[in-house]
């Protein structure tokens, strides 16, 4: 666990880039007990950041910015400059942007190391936290090398451990930390900066570091894939998915912790980003990496999954009302970054459905661009009304608590498709709904009459 803010008066340290990891690491290391200076390039955004409104939905974080900016241990400011000087310690911590392919985009990480060159302390410690390929820490190092040769530093590859929803914890108490260094004294300064961090260190170099990211993720992602193609084998055969992977997750060779649920395929961008750059390192390296595309093949068919359930009930979504319980690409945060929800919407509109949707924390911002493809309820009971199906995609744990009654005689057709398994299915078939879950060996269905 971390340790108590300290009354010692702890190292500055600058943040660079400012959305979620950004925003986390900043209210952290304030929390433990540093003098942190978070920077970021969009000055509105830095405006809020001043008066203690985090980027985006985190829970607990708006309370830990606002609890250390009147502390005055932590700050934010656009001027990469003022946010270095006197800095020994400067983290990189940029979400990795990604294109609609999951692939990275370096060009925010590439400018604050261009930037970094002309303005970093002699002998500050460079820390990368941001998601990135292997290969990009020698790289950047490579870069302030080439515009700054008189520049002594040292750089570290620390992958970030968050996940949406509870990045405060994980940051204080994660599993483990790995910590990638170019030199021994490097690795000294970074685990001197963590050292109110009480986790299991790995020790390794700076391509050993990146490359444990990837793997993380791509093993959480194989996870995901096989639990959804096991289901949709027993979808075919009459077998229960979800009890499938409870024996499985019960086998000490397995993990009780193992994401073997089946449902929708993993979104997001952070897992997909991880496999795509295992991907292009087999291209790169005339290997084919079969299981690594795999992985990512039954991913993208598992999302198509909710417009070809629809198809197979309905014939065709021409006219089809549908309502859609879900925004965000997962529960816990308001973002819609790469969200498997809005892909789902967009394949529906596209196949002339039409389309209500509900969230009860979706960012207004990152909605506005797609709401040609539906329209946004300000509930789920409204969401749900007059319509012949209804979806639900983002497990938010308030929709095991509607009132389904209620929902089912709002229905001009009571088809309910469940992409998460999050709700008993005799209950909703008893409630009167036509049923589907993923992987539950069957295709509710009652007297309610033709679709």
Known sequence: ????????????????????????????????????????????????????????????????????????????????????????????????????????DLSPITSAFQELAGCAEDGATVVVSSQVPVGTCEAMAATVRRLNPGLRFGIA????????????????????????????????????LLSPIQAPRVAVNLRTAEMTKHAINAYLALNISFANELANLS?????DALQVMQALRLDSRVSPRAPLFPGLGFAGGTLARDLKALSHLGEEHDYEAPLVNGVLRVNQLQNRMVVLRLK?????????????????????????????????????????????AYDPRANPTEVEPHLRYFTRCASPYDAALGCRALVLVTAWPEFKELDFGRVRASMRFPFLLDAQNMLDADRMVELGFVYQGVGRARAQKTSGGNP
């Not at 980027?55 to 009147?70: F, V």
């Not at 483990?176 to 000294?188: E, F, H, K, N, S």
């Not at 979808?235 to 077998?239: E, M, N, R, S």
């Open 312 to 356: 197979q009930s309905f014939g065709s979504l021409q006219g089809l009302e549908v309502g859609v319980l879900g925004l965000t690409y997962k529960a816990g945060t308001s973002t819609l970054r790469r969200s498997a929800a809005l892909e789902i919407v967009r394949a529906m509109a596209e196949e002339g459905a039409s389309v209500k």
């Open 1 to 104: 666990m971390a340790e108590p803010i300290s009354s010692e008066v702890r190292a500055k340290v600058c943040v660079v880039g400012i959305w979620h990891l950004g925003a986390v690491t900043c209210a952290c290391l304030a929390d433990l007990g540093y003098q942190v200076v978070g920077v970021d390039r969009d000055q509105a955004r830095v405006a809020f950041l001043n008066s203690g409104e985090p980027p985006l939905y985190e829970p607990g974080l708006q309370e830990l910015m606002e609890r250390n900016i009147a502390s005055g241990r932590l700050g934010f400011t656009s001027d990469l400059r003022d946010g270095a000087r006197g800095a020994p310690y400067l983290i990189i911590a940029h979400d990795t942007p990604v294109n609609d392919q999951d692939e990275a």
């Open 235 to 239: 979808d075919l055969v009459g077998a």
């Open 157 to 192: 590859c620390v992958p970030e451990n968050l996940r949406l929803g509870q990045a405060i914890e994980r940051f204080k108490r994660p599993d483990m930390l790995v910590i990638g260094a170019d030199t021994p004294a490097t690795r000294q300064a970074v685990e001197q």
